[in-house]
């Protein structure tokens, strides 16, 4: 079957860095996606890797190992506003997203 | 660019009533949005993809008769809830791919429904 798994909750304290993993086991793989969604709204786009390796954008910066069906999301400089829901998601051989049931992440000053 | 928007955003009805959520790309073409459910401290659940001009595509376990999808137009699907039932409660959010750019891997969300069923 197809699973995502991702840690449940992850506290970290404000201006530190966060790494918050995901690995995957699903059927086919056309790159990975990570969403921020905050409580009562739609997810936002953050990153996109098809690729081994690191993309940087800004705070964040999202690295994918394909052979280790691995990826992490790296958030530097945390500000309050980090406090969130962060989601991972797969899309599999058919072009569909399976989703990763979230890490939310707490944000103490 | 890439707007979707959802009406309404938040709705209470009650219990055999139904509902009618609509989805629309503000400034782009979609042929193909997806409805998801997405219930507390959960992960967004797909539950069906929908494709203008013809039948939407059901997850399995989702009962195509109790939630309508229809897809009229390159910049409107409706999703309608039949018979609502309070287990029907959820937060329901939809998302869309942008025809134009033939990028089939980025989808642009909705800010989503909040469902209450009394």
């Known amino acids: 079957g197809q699973n995502i798994d991702q840690p449940t909750e992850m506290t970290a304290t404000e201006g530190a860095i966060v790494q918050i993993n995901c690995t995957y086991q699903?059927?086919?793989?056309?790159?990975l996606f990570w969403y921020q969604q905050h409580a009562g709204e739609a997810p936002t786009f953050l990153s996109y890797n098809v690729l081994d390796g690191l993309e940087e954008k800004g705070r964040f910066s999202s690295f994918l190992s394909r052979s280790k069906g691995y990826s992490y999301l790296l958030l530097k400089e945390l500000q309050m506003k980090d406090s969130a829901s962060y989601l991972c998601a797969v899309m599999d051989s058919n072009y569909q997203l399976i989703w990763g049931a979230g890490t939310k992440l707490i944000i103490k000053p | 660019g890439a707007v979707v928007s959802q009406h309404p955003s938040w709705v209470i009805c009650k219990s055999g009533t139904s509902v009618k959520i609509e989805c629309r790309s503000l400034d782009f073409q979609a042929t193909t949005m997806f409805w998801y459910r997405q219930f507390p401290k959960q992960s967004l659940m797909l539950m069906a993809t929908?494709?203008?001009?013809?039948?939407?595509?059901?997850e399995q376990g989702v009962e195509k008769d109790k939630f309508l999808i229809n897809h009229a137009s390159l910049t409107l699907s409706t999703l309608t809830v039949t018979s609502a039932h309070p287990e029907d409660s959820s937060f329901y959010i939809c998302?869309?791919?942008?025809?134009?750019?033939?990028?089939?891997?980025?989808?642009?969300f909705g800010p989503g429904t909040r469902l209450t069923v009394t």
């Open positions: 929908s494709n203008e001009g013809s039948k939407a595509t059901y």
């Open positions: 699903t059927s086919g793989f056309n790159g």
């Open positions: 998302s869309a791919r942008d025809q134009g750019t033939g990028d089939i891997y980025e989808q642009y």
